[in-house]
Structure formats: C-alpha cells, structure tokens
C-alpha cells in the first residue's frame, strides 16, 4: 500500500504584493536599483597658438553649437584658461576628445581637451 508523503507548506513566492489590513492587495514600494550613468564634461584648454577661428569651428562641428555658442565657449575659454564644450557618458565624451584632438593635430595646432567626471 502507498504511503502518502508528507505535503509540505507552499513556499512563498519572493515578491509577492502583500495585503494590507483591510484585505487590500497593496504593491509595495520598492528603492530605485537603477541610477543614471555618470556623466563626463569635455573640458577644451586654452594655448597662445591655436587660431581662434579654428577653435569656433572644431566646438561648432563636434560639439553642435551655433556659431553664436561656440564663439561664446572659445572666448571663455580664452579669457579663463579652460571651459566645457559639452556634457556626455563617459564613452561618448572619450570620443569627442579623440576627435578633437585628431581634427588640432591634423591641421598643426596645440588644442587639448580632456574629460572629467562631472560632480
Ligand atoms: N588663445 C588662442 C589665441 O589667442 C585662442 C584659443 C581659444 C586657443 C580657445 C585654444 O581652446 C582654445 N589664438
């Protein structure tokens, strides 16, 4: 004769909505588990040789400013030293870098710019 095994207690799902004390289902509130990425500032560095003009045109063509804008970010840069061209994930402003830099070297001037974490 068979034996009946013992029936064990259904396991609980994970996650399961719980109810609340009027027999309601009630979803409960669960903390964000995905954050935006980082972001990364193209931060483009002033020298006495580059041409201004060529400074306009690299921000214009790679960084999609009007030419009102770019001229805006070169004097900037002039005046202060340094200034952001734009704001990007970090593989899409390593890009941006590389381009500019490509674009000075290729036509003979010392433009630098780098990337960095935005705070
Ligand atoms: N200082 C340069 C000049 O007087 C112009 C310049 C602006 C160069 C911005 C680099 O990132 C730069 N010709």
Same mark, same amino acid.
């Given at each position: 004769? +068979?034996?009946?095994?013992?029936?064990?207690?259904?396991?609980?799902?994970? #996650?399961?909505?719980?109810? %609340?004390?009027?027999?309601?289902? $009630?979803? !409960?509130?669960? =903390?964000?588990?995905?954050?935006?990425?980082? @972001? &990364? #500032?193209?931060? @483009?560095?002033? %020298?006495? &040789?580059?041409?201004? !003009?060529?400074?306009?045109? $690299?921000?214009?063509?790679?960084?999609?400013?009007?030419?009102?804008?770019?001229? #805006?970010?070169?004097?900037?840069?002039?005046?202060?030293?340094?200034?952001?061209?734009?704001?990007?994930?970090?593989? $899409?402003?390593? =890009?941006? *870098? %590389? #381009? *500019?830099?490509? +674009? +000075?070297?290729? +036509?003979?001037?010392?433009?630098?710019?780098?990337?960095?974490? $935005?705070?």
């Amino acid at each position: 004769m +068979a034996t009946k095994s013992p029936v064990k207690p259904p396991v609980p799902p994970v #996650q399961q909505p719980a109810r %609340d004390d009027g027999g309601s289902v $009630v979803l !409960e509130r669960r =903390t964000q588990k995905v954050k935006p990425p980082q @972001m &990364y #500032q193209v931060v @483009m560095l002033n %020298d006495d &040789y580059t041409p201004m !003009e060529f400074v306009v045109v $690299v921000i214009q063509e790679y960084f999609s400013k009007d030419l009102e804008t770019a001229t #805006q970010i070169m004097l900037k840069i002039h005046l202060d030293g340094k200034g952001v061209c734009g704001v990007y994930t970090k593989d $899409v402003a390593a =890009t941006k *870098v %590389d #381009q *500019v830099l490509e +674009a +000075a070297l290729k +036509a003979g001037h010392p433009l630098q710019c780098i990337s960095e974490p $935005v705070e």
